[in-house]
């Protein structure tokens, strides 16, 4: 009689954890929804820190903004000297001003990513062949 009780607890704990699992999955993805329609911005998501994103890592939430790949997201966060896989709510309030400060200055758009390629037209298009 014991052992059935134990068994029916464990199993309403289960049920509670499975709940709020698939909760927190859901709140998490709806949160990288409107960081990709641009509707909120990862730097207001890093100030704020809101429930569904404390104990999400800093790496997939920028990764989940339009046009950021592991390389972009690697590259920004060696930049701040945080890695990808800690979490959200663990950021102190400076690292939180920085990396807020660095995603703005950094937007998910065109800039960054033209100014970093080298302008390479016309060196191929220059080469003649000449008659022989």
Known sequence: ????????????????????????????AELKRKVAK???????????CPWEAASMEIGDLIRSQRRWGAARCRRLLVSVGLPENKHVGTLTDRQ??????VL???????EEVSSELPDHRGVAGDRRLSPV
């Open 1 to 28: 009689m014991l052992s059935s009780a134990i068994a029916d607890d464990q199993a309403q704990q289960q049920l509670l954890a499975l709940r709020q699992a698939n909760r927190v999955r859901v709140a998490r």
């Open 38 to 48: 641009e509707e909120l911005s990862v730097a207001e998501v890093v100030v704020g």
């Open 96 to 101: 939180r001003k920085v990396l807020a400060a």
């Open 104 to 110: 703005e200055a950094s937007p998910a758009g065109r």
